[in-house]
């Protein structure tokens, strides 16, 4: 008869094992330490902590389980083949031997460790001594073509001694120059002495037909360097607060400027859409229905891109549908979209009509003219309010400034004329009119007519 054993040894259970049947062997009993210890180090597996990526988890742990080295380390020789390598050749022998520097002129004679090899040799860091190559000049030379007023041939020998000596650091040329004997000399005026010689002996020593490498020094824009340093240093904190606040208005009036000239090209563009728009409605009224569709490729005006809506053109090959030519595009804004809507429902026209032929392209020009009608209104709007503060500030002037009445040829906000432009030319020194100004708010209104009036009262009460 089969046991369930059987079974389970046939179905791969794993039945067989005596754990799972339940049964206790000898083996069991006398093996039992080492199995506690094996599950025990079995059961010692360290888990991936939450956050930390597997790869970075792979670097930690090796398949072994083992920990992570604390140092770096090569172990691809071993520790057994790690050996000094000696060869077995003999020792270069070393000797204690007296040097001297060449850079040095005072003849010093110094000891040091060196190779038997390489006595007799030239100190090997002889060759960092690097010098300049200071003219020389003969007595003949300088009664030709070196000879100055100002300088006498005895100050002229010091200064190019001590150029020889401190290797044309001309600061401290200048320190160690000797002004008891000579007559007192700057900086500019030691450089520009030695620079002049040096360019006078280029040019008669230069052979003809070769390029001449002639040093120049402008002793003037030394000076004048020099003194704006002294001045930019010497400054005062109200000073450099001044210059600041100089400087920032000066980058607030080019933005508004930057801003008007903007507004300016955006209003022009406008009314030349609405120009262009207007005459190409009239040639298609004019144009026979025959000679439309011609007429339309031939004499179609270029529109700008801010005409209005531009809607896409579908040429590609496939399907679409007609509907699909009044759908907006996405540079027109939200707000735009809802104007539109809101025009169109004043109107009563429906907002998704039967896409026809005819119906798809007047209902598009129908909302491109609205646009440009919206974008017209709102700029309008901008330059009348623009315009009627203006005004009150012209008109607060002229109370201050004791100016004319507000009459003449100045166009108020109802359309009529109030002041003149000759009346502007007129005005006082303080009375200023800030053209290029920024774009008013009417919060930025109000503290300009509360500025205005405090100023006028202030006036007021001067005698």
Same mark, same amino acid.
């Given at each position: 008869? *089969? *046991?369930?054993?059987?079974? =389970? ?6 039945? +067989?094992?005596?754990? #799972? ?9 006398? #093996?039992?330490?080492k199995k506690k210890s094996k599950k025990s180090t079995e059961t010692l597996t360290f888990k991936r902590p939450e956050g930390m990526h597997r790869e970075v988890y792979a670097l930690l742990y090796s398949d072994k389980k083992d920990t992570p080295p604390l140092l770096p380390s090569d172990t691809t020789q071993g ?5 000094? %390598? ?54 003949? /030379? ?12 005895? /100050? *002229? ?38 620079? #002049? ?15 001449? %490498? ?41 933005? =508004? ?5 903007? %507004? ?11 120009? @262009?728009? +207007? ?8 144009? @026979? ?20 809506? $531009? ?24 707000? $735009? ?9 004043e109107l009563g026209v429906d907002l998704n009509p039967m896409p026809t032929e005819e119906i798809v392209q007047m209902f598009n020009e129908l909302r491109s003219d609205q646009v440009l009608l919206y974008e017209l209104k709102q700029a309008y709007a901008s330059c009348e309010y623009e315009l009627q503060m203006l ?29 003149? !432009? ?17 774009? !008013?708010?009417? #919060?930025? =209104? $109000? ?14 009460? $001067?005698?």
């Amino acid at each position: 008869m *089969t *046991t369930g054993a059987d079974v =389970r040894d046939i179905l791969e259970l794993g039945g +067989t094992d005596p754990e #799972n049947t339940g049964i206790i062997s000898k083996k069991d009993i006398i #093996n039992s330490d080492k199995k506690k210890s094996k599950k025990s180090t079995e059961t010692l597996t360290f888990k991936r902590p939450e956050g930390m990526h597997r790869e970075v988890y792979a670097l930690l742990y090796s398949d072994k389980k083992d920990t992570p080295p604390l140092l770096p380390s090569d172990t691809t020789q071993g520790y057994q083949t790690v050996k000094a %390598k000696l060869g077995c050749k003999k020792v270069r022998p070393w000797k204690w031997m007296p040097f001297s520097n060449p850079a040095r002129k005072d003849g010093a004679i110094f000891y040091h460790w060196r190779r038997v090899a390489d006595e007799g040799k030239d100190y090997p860091f002889a060759r960092f001594n690097k010098t300049v190559q200071v003219p020389v000049y003969s007595e003949q /030379e300088y009664q030709m073509y070196l000879h100055d007023d100002g300088w006498t041939k005895a /100050e *002229t020998d010091h200064l190019f001694d001590l150029c020889r000596r401190f290797d044309l650091r001309f600061i401290v040329i200048h320190d160690r120059y000797d002004h008891q004997q000579f007559r007192k000399r700057s900086v500019e005026d030691l450089k520009e002495r030695y620079y #002049n010689i040096c360019a006078r002996l280029a040019r008669i020593r230069s052979t003809p037909g070769s390029d001449l %490498k002639i040093p120049v020094f402008d002793a003037g824009h030394e000076r004048r360097r020099k003194e704006q340093l002294e001045r930019l240093y010497s400054r005062t904190p109200e000073q450099v607060s001044e210059e600041e606040y100089l400087i920032q208005e000066l980058r607030k009036i080019e933005s =508004r400027k930057k801003e008007r000239e903007k %507004k300016a090209q955006d209003l022009q563009k406008l009314i030349t859409a609405a120009d @262009t728009t +207007t005459e190409m409605r009239r040639a298609e009224r004019k144009a @026979t229905k025959k000679k439309l569709p011609q007429k339309k490729e031939l004499e179609k005006p270029t529109v700008p891109e801010t005409a209005g809506i $531009k809607f896409p053109d579908f040429k590609s090959s496939g399907v679409t549908l007609r509907s699909q030519r009044m759908k907006l595009p996405s540079s027109v804004g939200q707000k $735009k979209i809802k104007a539109l809507e809101q025009m169109l429902t004043e109107l009563g026209v429906d907002l998704n009509p039967m896409p026809t032929e005819e119906i798809v392209q007047m209902f598009n020009e129908l909302r491109s003219d609205q646009v440009l009608l919206y974008e017209l209104k709102q700029a309008y709007a901008s330059c009348e309010y623009e315009l009627q503060m203006l005004r009150h500030r012209y008109e607060a002037l002229a109370k201050a400034g004791g100016l004319g009445p507000v009459t003449g040829d100045w166009p108020n906000t109802d359309g009529q004329l109030g002041v003149s !432009l000759d009346d502007l030319k007129s005005e006082g020194k303080d009375a200023i009119i800030d053209v290029v100004g920024a774009p !008013l708010t009417p #919060n930025s =209104r $109000k503290r300009r007519e509360s500025a205005s009036s405090s100023s006028s009262i202030k006036k007021v009460k $001067k005698p």
